[in-house]
């Protein structure tokens, strides 16, 4: 295992580079999603609610079965994790059931953690004067406290928004994975 750990990175590399296929599958997959979100943001948003829903519902039944065939917890722990599971279930089947309030509700918590994330983010570049990097963490946290400002004011419009910024970020980080992809496969002929 120590033979491991002290691997040549161009070996590594090599390893990585005989695999470039998938890398470039997923770079296209993700380039595509992102056209597909761009061109279609409002059906983006009705995916995201749903595939949120879903995914409540999912977590509620492993909790709760979870919670039945465990034997390891205590009597309280499973009881209160089948509570768990039981409100996850019905948040999920509720999220499913209303869409545009499932999307309400997302985007407020998404404005509401910029808001505090920014504020946290700004008092610590105010209040540590050694810290690295001070000026721009001040900028960023200012910047986020900003757009949680506007996502809580105009939601709705910050649904379409976000839904292009998603797509457009989808298609960047898409094309960067494409390059990855041709680049590993250049390292791996050529070593």
């Not at 979100?37 to 492993?62: D, E, K, N, S």
């Not at 059931?97 to 504020?119: C, D, E, N």
């Given at each position: ?13 090599a390893r990585v580079g005989r695999h470039w296929g998938w890398v470039l599958a997923f770079g296209i997959v993700t380039v595509l999603l992102g056209i597909i979100a761009l061109a279609w943001p409002g ?149």
């Amino acid at each position: 295992m120590p033979a491991r750990m002290n691997a040549d990175p161009a070996d590594m590399v090599a390893r990585v580079g005989r695999h470039w296929g998938w890398v470039l599958a997923f770079g296209i997959v993700t380039v595509l999603l992102g056209i597909i979100a761009l061109a279609w943001p409002g059906r983006t948003l009705i995916v995201v609610a749903v595939l949120f829903g879903a995914q409540l519902i999912v977590m509620g039944i492993f909790r709760f079965v979870n919670a039945i065939a465990t034997d390891e917890l205590p009597g309280s722990s499973r009881v209160l994790l089948a509570l768990l599971g039981v409100l996850s279930l019905i948040v999920g089947l509720y999220a499913v059931r209303h869409l545009l309030v499932t999307l309400f509700a997302l985007v407020v918590l998404l404005g509401i953690f910029w808001v505090v994330s920014g504020a946290i983010e700004l008092f610590m570049a105010l209040s540590h004067r050694d810290m690295s990097q001070r000026g721009w963490t001040a900028i960023m946290g200012g910047i986020s406290v900003v757009a949680g400002i506007i996502v809580l004011a105009y939601p709705s419009i910050s649904l379409l928004v976000l839904a292009v910024l998603l797509s457009i970020w989808l298609i960047i980080f898409g094309v960067m994975e494409i390059s990855i992809a041709v680049r590993l496969r250049s390292l791996s002929t050529a070593g």
